[in-house]
């Protein structure tokens, strides 16, 4: 069990400078520490208690509560309490690993928060299921027949603006993700398939399908969920929306200035908003507002300013937040002191300290959640037999084959640097024989040169495949080990689902083994193996 350095594992520019302390970058978080006094201040914002407590009951009602989960409702409701909040759109089969990590963290936090400013706190998690993106929320990776990466899709394209809220898994969907499921291996298979396949029940809600396969860990961790199409049903984000339709495009501006500083200060937005900060909606689902000379339109339909304001004030329920948006509206009705954001979370919510402050709305802290890299018992056994250290693979495709061939013809073929050294050599004497005849003819050897170490390079490269076939239990084994530690180049958590993991460590086990991995300290990326259970 290691810890990797955060430099390796965060590339993102405006993340890396938040951990980094950049003065310019932290200056857009006006909140580093939570104390008993901004506990104080937060616990009197957002929504009515009695309000907070139905909208979480509501947004669970698909899951029996457990002890610790009714608990956290009673917390909830005591006006001084606070929370510690995280997010993720729905995924299938749990969504990728990172989703639990956050959850975690956010568990963690809140603890942090009890024990050092004395105030009562709830771990919560916003399902934000108010967006259309069905691509993205029915699809996932798993591991073929040939431990290949494979893309796994379930939806059929139809009604692309409709939100995922609305979305129920039909006869078709379901047996797509019934294939899927069989394709998931380990000790734990079979009982994985089981469970899915009661969640994912023919007419099941999508979002009720994802909370039913996250509750083996909210349950006894005392999560709450917060569903965004709730907060929508209840009208509780009138005041932020108010704030963007009332003079449209005025909210829009306000997060492009935000926009507009994060790339004075040299770097590049993460998200842009349009004109405005919300999505209407129409009898095809959610439609862009743009605003215009006289007026806005939203899809097909045209609207006068007043007209915008009069049905935003009235129906309040056909408005969505943007990505931009939806922090200031969690963060209106919620008493955050704490959001868990991921990398690219931070990055786009260094270009909201404008719209917080017009909004009325104080910033929580904001804290990068923990990451791991998880090794079942197969790529330990691999590693160990291999012998080189793990960051060694967390590379690209590609920089994993010249890494191959690197290795295969280490002390075989003669280094590029070699090569160099003896072609210098080589050419040394033609090129003070140009110099001395005729000084033109020093391009016409070099020319020659180079047609050689192209020769050269072209040659290598034929001795460095010979080398592969004839190790190819070498390059399986590096193969096999990059696809389960870094699958397309990229960190594990980002790939797989929760389902492809407890399928093979279980549910408890897995449990216990993110939990230990969010104690780590803040930002923290773990590498845990089977082994790692014992201790």
Known sequence: MTTLPIESIVSQPIARAFLDHSPHIVARFPHQTVDAEFCATRARHGASRSRLVDLAASSMSSLT????????????????????????????FGGPMYTIYKIRTAVEEARRVHER??????????LEDNDHDAAEASSTHLLDADGAVVDVRTWDKANDRKSVSGRNVDSVMYERITSAAAMITGQHADAVRERYAEAYNNGALWADAFLAVLQPYLA??????????????????????LRDV??????GAVLALGARVIEDLGFTPQAIVGSQAFFGSDDTGRQKIVAGENGVSMGAEMLTNDELLALGTEQPQRFTPSVLARPIVQDAILPTVVSV??????????QLHEA????????????????????????????????????????APDELERAIADVLTTNVVPSPELRTEFLTALLAPYVNAAETIDHTLVATVRAQGAGITSTLEALEGKLRAAAKRTQALVVNRIRSIHTLVSPRGVLQERIFPLAFWEARFGTEDLRIIVEHIARAPIGSHTVIGLSDLST
């Open 65 to 92: 509560l457990s002890d610790a989960q009714n608990a956290a409702l009673a917390v909830l409701r005591n006006p001084l309490s606070v929370a510690t909040v995280t997010g993720q759109q729905i995924g299938l």
């Open 246 to 251: 009332q003079q449209p495009g005025q909210l």
């Open 341 to 350: 954001l991921g990398a690219a979370e931070i990055a786009y919510h260094a």
């Open 220 to 241: 006894p961790w005392g999560v709450l969920v917060i569903r965004g199409s709730k907060v929508i049903e209840s009208g509780l984000h009138l005041p932020i929306l």
């Open 356 to 395: 917080y402050e017009f909004c009325g709305v104080q910033m929580p802290q904001v804290v990068l959640r923990n990451g791991a890299t998880l090794l079942d018992q197969r790529t330990e056994r691999l590693l160990l037999k291999d012998g080189r250290e793990l960051s060694w693979f967390m590379r």
């Open 117 to 126: 400013a004395g105030v009562e706190t709830v771990a919560l998690f916003w």
